[in-house]
C-alpha cells in the first residue's frame, strides 16, 4: 500500500521521474488514448506507479479533484478493453495534506508484451500500438525492440551460483596431479607455483590466512582464464567437440576495448597475497594473455570488501549492463572434497593407515561465488543488445563448464570404476 510519505519521497528525488514512475495530471484521465499508452508503457518495463493528480513540476493539484467511482470507471475500461493482453492494475485513493493522489499500480507484464489497441472491427483487434518505458518516458517499439519483447518474456538478466572447490598437497601448497579437478585448477598452478619457499610456513598458520589466499588470488585467476578466451575479440563462440574445444571469433574486427592483464588493480595493502615476498603483476603476466578484449566503454574492477578477507567482488560495468561476480570463503577441511567418489575409495582401504594418510597429504577449501549479469533494455541498437546477452551468456557457460565443481562431479566416472582403478593399481604394485 503506497502512503503519503512515499509519495512525498518520490516528488523530493532529484532524478524524479524514472522506469517505473509517472505523474500527470488529472486531466489525462479524460484522455483515453495517453493514458492507455502510459499503463501499457510501464507495464512492458518493470511495472511500477502511475501517479494522478500531480503538475509537470511536480506539485500537488490540490484536495478534491476527483470522482473516484468515475475515475475507477475510466481505468478499468482501460485496463480491460483498451488493452491487451488485459492489465490487472489495483487502484488508490490518497488524501494527503497537500493534495489527492490518485495512484495506478502497474505489474510488470507476465507473458507477451501489452499493447494499446488503436482500433476494433466487431470483437477482433485490427490494430495493436506497441510502447516501453525508457529514461525519457514512454517510447514507441521498433520492429527489432518488438520482436525482442515477445522472444524475452522475462528480463534476461542471469543468476548463476556456483561453487569452486581447490585440492592441494598440505605441506607445499602444490596442485596434485593424481586427483581428478575441474579444469579451472590449471589456472592456480601461476599462483601456488609462485609461492617462494620460505614464505609457506607463514601461510599455514592457520587455516583463515590459507583460506584468505586461495579467496584473494581466485577473481585473478578467472580474470586469466578469460583473458585466453576473449584474446581475439569479446564476441565469441564456443566450440566443443568431445575434449577440445575452440573460442572461434563471431565477428572480425569487432570494437573493442583492450585490457592489458597487469594493469589489474592489486590486492589491498595488508592482504594476505600483498605480504608475500613475490612481484604479483610478474605472477599475471606469466599466466595468462597479455592484454584481452571487453565491450567498448566497460569498466574492470576488483573489490576487497572488509568482511574478515572473506567476500571479494569482481565487476564489469556498462551503460548497458553489469556483470558481477562474488566470492566468499565457504570450507575447508583435511583430505578430499566429501563429494570426490576417489574419497571414498581411498578412505575404503583395508588399513587405517589409508585414511590417515590422505588426510595428512591433502586439504580442500571450498568457495561459494555468484554470477550476476543484470541488462538495461536496448532502447536503441537491439542488435548491440543480443551482443552483449551473448557476451554474458559464454562467461556463464565457461563458469559452468570449467569452474562449478558440481558440474565437474557429475562427469567423474562412476565410484565403482574407481575401486577397479585402485584395485588393479595395488595388483599392480604386488606384482611389480
Given at each position: 500500500m503506497t502512503?503519503?510519505?512515499?509519495?512525498?519521497?518520490?516528488?523530493k528525488n532529484p532524478e524524479k521521474k524514472n522506469l517505473s514512475i509517472e505523474w500527470k495530471q488529472s486531466a489525462i484521465l479524460s484522455n483515453i488514448e495517453e493514458l492507455s499508452c502510459q499503463i501499457v508503457a510501464l507495464a512492458n518495463r518493470y511495472g511500477g506507479k502511475l501517479l494522478i493528480g500531480v503538475k509537470n513540476d511536480g506539485t500537488f493539484e490540490g484536495k478534491g479533484i476527483f470522482r473516484i467511482e468515475s475515475a475507477k470507471s475510466v481505468i478499468d475500461n482501460i485496463c480491460n478493453t483498451n488493452i491487451s493482453p488485459n492489465v490487472e492494475y489495483t487502484l488508490e485513493l490518497l488524501s494527503c495534506d497537500e493534495g489527492d493522489i490518485l495512484v495506478v499500480n502497474v505489474p510488470k507484464r507476465k507473458g507477451i508484451p501489452h499493447a494499446y489497441i488503436d482500433s476494433r472491427e466487431g470483437p477482433e483487434i485490427k490494430h495493436r500500438t506497441y510502447y516501453i518505458r525508457t529514461e525519457h518516458g514512454k517510447r514507441l517499439v521498433s520492429d527489432r525492440q518488438l520482436e525482442w519483447l515477445f522472444n524475452h518474456q522475462e528480463d534476461p538478466d542471469i543468476f548463476f551460483p556456483f561453487n569452486i572447490v581447490i585440492t592441494y598437497l598440505k605441506d607445499s601448497f602444490k596442485i596434485p596431479y593424481n586427483i581428478e579437478q575441474p579444469v579451472c585448477i590449471r589456472n592456480y598452478l601461476t599462483f601456488v607455483?609462485?609461492?617462494?619457499?620460505?614464505?609457506?610456513?607463514?601461510?599455514?598458520?592457520?587455516?583463515?590466512?590459507?583460506?584468505?589466499?586461495?579467496?584473494e588470488v581466485t577473481p585473478y585467476a578467472l580474470i586469466q582464464s578469460l583473458s585466453l578466451i576473449f584474446f581475439?575479440?569479446?564476441?565469441?563462440?564456443?566450440?566443443?567437440?568431445l575434449e577440445?574445444?575452440?573460442?572461434i571469433p563471431k565477428v572480425k574486427n569487432m570494437s573493442s576495448k583492450k585490457i592489458s592483464i597487469c594493469e589489474l588493480p592489486l590486492p589491498p595493502k595488508g592482504s594476505v597475497t600483498d605480504s608475500l615476498g613475490w612481484n604479483f603483476k610478474e605472477i599475471l603476466k606469466s599466466g595468462g594473455s597479455p592484454d584481452f578484449c571487453l565491450p567498448p566503454n566497460s569498466n574492470l574492477a576488483i573489490q576487497f570488501n572488509d568482511e574478515n578477507g572473506k567476500k571479494i567482488k569482481l565487476s564489469l560495468e556498462h551503460n548497458d549492463f553489469t556483470l558481477s561476480l562474488?566470492?566468499?570463503?565457504?570450507?575447508?577441511?583435511?583430505?578430499?572434497?566429501?563429494?570426490h567418489p576417489l574419497r571414498a575409495v581411498l578412505l575404503g582401504g583395508n588399513s587405517l593407515s589409508e585414511g590417515e594418510k590422505i588426510h595428512k597429504l591433502f586439504q580442500f577449501i571450498g568457495i561459494d561465488c555468484e554470477f550476476k549479469a543484470t541488462f538495461s533494455f536496448p532502447e536503441n541498437d537491439v542488435e548491440l543488445f543480443n551482443d552483449y546477452y551473448h557476451f554474458a551468456r559464454t562467461i556463464k557457460d565457461q563458469l559452468e563448464h570449467d569452474w562449478d565443481y558440481a558440474q565437474f562431479i557429475k562427469q567423474l566416472p562412476n565410484y565403482k570404476l574407481y575401486c577397479i582403478d585402485e584395485k588393479l593399481n595395488t595388483i599392480m604394485k604386488k606384482l611389480l
Open positions: 502512503t503519503c510519505n512515499e509519495i512525498y519521497e518520490i516528488l607455483n609462485s609461492i617462494p619457499e620460505n614464505e609457506i610456513a607463514n601461510l599455514q598458520k592457520d587455516w583463515e590466512t590459507i583460506q584468505s589466499f586461495f579467496l581475439h575479440s569479446w564476441l565469441i563462440e564456443i566450440k566443443r567437440v577440445t574445444t575452440s573460442y562474488l566470492f566468499r570463503g565457504s570450507s575447508m577441511s583435511e583430505g578430499i572434497h566429501f563429494s
